[in-house]
């Protein structure tokens, strides 16, 4: 598993990154998690339908994502996220 640099990864939060060619700002870094993840929020115009709790409608909002910071064996960067190599992220 990659060592990762926790305060280094705090410089993610507001970049902006391509998640699956899709261009995304990062919201929030759940770091706890292992590997960590990212939540990112879509840039482009387009919103989606946003469910409630209980699964109904509640209105138009940016599409958000959920994507873990490593690949599946925790020895690289998600390939989803092909900026991250260009950030300095280890220890």
């Given at each position: 598993?990659?060592s990762l640099h926790p305060a280094k990864l705090q ?13 995304c700002q990062v919201i929030e870094l759940l770091a ?36 873990p910071l490593l690949n599946v064996r925790g020895d ?16």
């Amino acid at each position: 598993m990659l060592s990762l640099h926790p305060a280094k990864l705090q410089t993610l939060l507001g970049c902006s990154l391509l998640y699956q060619g899709i261009p995304c700002q990062v919201i929030e870094l759940l770091a706890e998690e292992e590997p960590p993840i990212l939540v990112l929020r879509a840039t482009h115009d387009r919103k989606v339908i946003q469910a409630n709790q209980y699964g109904d409608a509640s209105g138009w909002a940016p599409q958000t994502f959920t994507a873990p910071l490593l690949n599946v064996r925790g020895d690289r960067f998600n390939p989803d996220l092909p900026e991250l190599i260009g950030f300095d992220l280890l220890v």
